[in-house]
């Protein structure tokens, strides 16, 4: 689905009616922790356990997607226009945390965010009168997106593009007739709906020549689930992983994250220095390669941004 489309669904978004407005907790007083400061290989291996609960274990089109940019962010099911506009500021905060540029305003939205009472309602109404403006069914997806408990739920439109910018779907059926030393090569390329073909080639062994990119995103945030958490980590949570883009639903980060608002126990007040630096590192790896390559870049970035001095380690 092009970004254009995401304008259709603003009257369908806004058929939901705004509950409460989730209400920021009182601040909190200074408190001290004195921690054991993590080795280079403990950072290391925190940041993939981090990666892994963010990022899908085998993501679209073999790699991870990011966005290209501008972004517009939409707020919707919000009484007020002053929280509705912090919402979006702390948005916009993550987007140029990721070096990615903020269209101005009056743009067409990319990346959307709905309050509602019912968001799985709100889906299911998304999901029955413009059954596109969804990705592909994925069951672990539909299944989170129908979930009765979930407080913030989500989606993205990835595409990939070529080297050049273009790609397209190879024709199964061209595939299969055509051969290579006798042997069909619809037996050993990929095809059907999914399958990708761009229009360039080139001999090396770790460029894919194709990258996925984030065209549009979606947010429900559930309030009455969300009830009790502070509206700034809230916007927070959602502005993570929309931007990223990451999966759904989360696993356990096994770090301070905002990733973590919904678990019991401490409650982040908004990002973390963990989640910077994924943002960051997302945002520095090379986007034709595959996602084991790409995975390996992340946590380098993200351990050079951690670790005291910040050194940067060798690709």
């Known amino acids: 689905m092009p970004p254009t489309l995401l304008p259709a669904l603003l009257p369908v978004l806004m058929l939901a009616a705004p509950g409460p407005t989730p209400v920021a907790t009182p601040a909190e007083e200074t408190i001290e922790v004195a921690a054991q400061r993590l080795t280079r290989p403990q950072i290391r291996a925190a940041a993939l356990d981090y990666a892994r ?93 129908n979930s009765p408990s979930l407080p913030v739920r989500w989606w993205h439109v990835l595409g990939p593009a070529g080297s050049g910018g273009g790609a397209g779907s190879p024709d199964s059926g061209a595939l299969a007739s055509a051969s290579s030393n006798a042997v069909p090569l619809g037996n050993v390329l990929p095809a059907g709906p999914n399958a990708v073909g761009t229009s360039s080639w080139n001999s090396s062994l770790v460029d894919t020549n194709l990258s996925a990119w984030a065209r549009a995103g979606v947010a429900v945030v559930d309030v009455t689930l969300a009830t009790g958490v502070s509206l700034d980590a809230l916007a ?33 007040a908004g990002l ?44």
């Open 53 to 145: 609960a963010g990022l899908a274990p085998n993501p679209d089109y073999g790699q991870y997607a990011r966005w290209r940019g501008p972004i517009c962010v939409n707020v919707r099911g919000m009484p007020d226009p002053a929280m509705a506009a912090r919402v979006a500021g702390r948005i916009e905060a993550v987007v140029r945390l990721a070096g990615l540029a903020i269209e101005k305003p009056g743009c067409k939205a990319n990346l959307m965010v709905a309050f509602t009472d019912d968001a799985r309602a709100l889906v299911a109404q998304v999901r029955n009168r413009k059954r596109t403006a969804l990705p592909p069914f994925e069951p672990r997806l539909f299944a989170a997106l």
């Open 272 to 315: 973390t220095d963990w989640d910077r630096a994924f943002v960051k590192g997302l945002y520095r790896v090379q986007m034709n390669r595959s996602a084991q390559r790409q995975r390996q870049q992340l946590l380098s970035a993200m351990t050079a941004e951690l670790a005291p001095g910040g050194e940067t380690e060798a690709q």
């Open 236 to 268: 927070d949570h959602v502005a993570l992983v929309m931007v990223a883009p990451m999966r759904m639903p989360l696993g356990n980060p096994g770090v301070p994250s905002v990733l973590g608002l919904f678990t019991p126990g401490a409650r982040p």
